[in-house]
Every structure is written in structure tokens, then in C-alpha cells.
């Protein structure tokens, strides 16, 4: 018996998500995430200029 490689968990995991929370949320869901990766890549870029801010100060 093989273990699926990269495509077929993704394909698995599409299924699960479809069974568990029905095709009418899916796109309220990546709607959700990507928000959310949004926000989280703006706290990052926020946080490195801070540093790099500080670390200026301190020279």
C-alpha cells in the first residue's frame, strides 16, 4: 500500500472540508483566511520594522 504524496492529501483534505462543513461555507471560509493572513502579514511587517527601529536607536 502506498502513502499519498503531496496532491492526494490535498485532495483528501478538500473532501473532508466539503463533508464537514458543506460547499455553501467553503468560500465564506477562505474568505476568513485569507483575512486573516492578511492581518497577520501586516503584524509581521509592523513588528520587523519596530525592530529594525530599535536595534537603530540602540547604535
Not at 40 to 54: D, G, H, S, T, V
Request: aromatic share 12%; net charge positive.
Amino acid at each position: 500500500m502506498l502513502i499519498p504524496g503531496g496532491y492526494e492529501w490535498i485532495f483528501i483534505i478538500l473532501i473532508i472540508v466539503v463533508i464537514i462543513f458543506g460547499a455553501k461555507k467553503i468560500p465564506e471560509l477562505a474568505r476568513s483566511f485569507g483575512k486573516a493572513t492578511s492581518e497577520f502579514e501586516k503584524a509581521r511587517i509592523l513588528a520587523k520594522k519596530k525592530l529594525i527601529n530599535f536595534i537603530m536607536q540602540i547604535k
